[in-house]
């Protein structure tokens, strides 16, 4: 991402994510946003699951669909030659020849959880028989927030097979003169990819378990690979091994946060209300965290 020192604005892209579920992403990303406030977009790219509203509940002002084209068929002009299926690399198009013999009759298959909508398959058919319609993937969401400019969030529809659109769509609404917060899905599947892809730091959160580490080194592997500065918060950090501190001692991974297991806490997250509401002492280590992390990629003015 670009910076702009001019008037003292600092651009900042930072993510949120995890490699498993469960670890706090969605504490850690609510929590950061609440405590630096102010102009700051939060764009929730857990579209499969968003749930940043939950805490920040925002005012939503405007929805916006977000359609793909999808291929169609003109079976009158079907040759059924097989050249669209050997340009689609995602085997989402299956050709069945017509045989007289077996008394086949031709006919072409979409299997449109496959489709990426590159509409390779219309370009290849030399008969002009493939064409596109648009069709519904999910929708963004967009509004404000106590105590936060901008709260974007991402719907996929259900049914749909496909998050990365969604993501892509929301990561849009990244505001190139303010600070931004990306909530990730857990994981590093594709859509983890898009919304870690470009930004300026990843903060990866974690639990000090057998599971939380093995996942946790997919995850820094992954940002790796992306060349994105990374910083681990370790949640629950009482109730395991201290493996996870000892992996990112070895890595050189600074760990930012520690937060300890309490009933408090959790009662507090059941019942949509910030850690940094109900524990505010929290806040001051945030804005703390966000020091570190602009230390950490030596660009632009401390907010």
Do not use: W
Request: hydrophobic share 35%; with cysteine; proline share 7%.
């Amino acid at each position: 991402m670009r910076y702009k020192n001019g008037k003292g604005i600092k651009i900042m892209v930072i993510t949120v994510a995890s490699g498993k579920g469960g670890t706090g992403k969605t504490l850690v990303s609510t929590s950061l946003a609440l405590s630096l406030g102010g102009d700051l977009h939060f764009l929730d790219c857990d579209v499969e699951e968003p749930n940043g509203y939950i805490f920040l509940k925002p005012e939503i002002n405007k929805t916006e669909k977000i359609y793909l084209p999808k291929p169609k068929i003109d079976i009158g002009k079907c040759t059924f030659c097989g050249k669209c299926s050997s340009a689609c690399v995602y085997n989402a198009i299956a050709v069945i020849k017509p045989s007289e013999e077996k008394k086949v009759r031709g006919s072409v298959l979409f299997f449109y959880e496959l489709c990426h909508s590159c509409g390779a398959c219309s370009l290849a058919c030399p008969e002009k028989a493939i064409y596109e319609e648009p069709a519904e993937k999910g929708e963004t969401e967009t509004g404000i927030a106590k105590g936060i400019s901008t709260f974007v969030q991402g719907r996929l529809k259900p049914g749909e097979a496909n998050p990365v659109p969604v993501v892509k769509a929301v990561k849009k609404n990244v505001k190139e003169d303010s600070l931004n917060v990306i909530d990730a899905s857990p994981g590093t599947s594709c859509p983890v990819v898009q919304a870690v892809k470009g930004v300026d730091f990843c903060i990866l959160v974690t639990e000090p378990t057998p599971f939380g580490l093995n996942d946790l080194t997919l995850a820094v592997e992954m940002n790796k690979k992306l060349g994105i500065p990374m910083g681990v918060i370790i949640n629950r950090s009482d109730i395991g091994d201290r493996k996870v501190e000892k992996y990112c001692k070895k890595e050189n991974i600074p760990v930012l946060l520690s937060i300890p297991f309490k009933r408090e806490i959790a009662v507090a997250y059941s019942k949509g209300i910030p850690m940094v509401e109900s524990f505010p002492e929290y806040s001051e280590k945030f804005k703390k965290i966000y020091k570190k992390i602009c230390s950490i990629v030596k660009k632009g003015p401390e907010r």
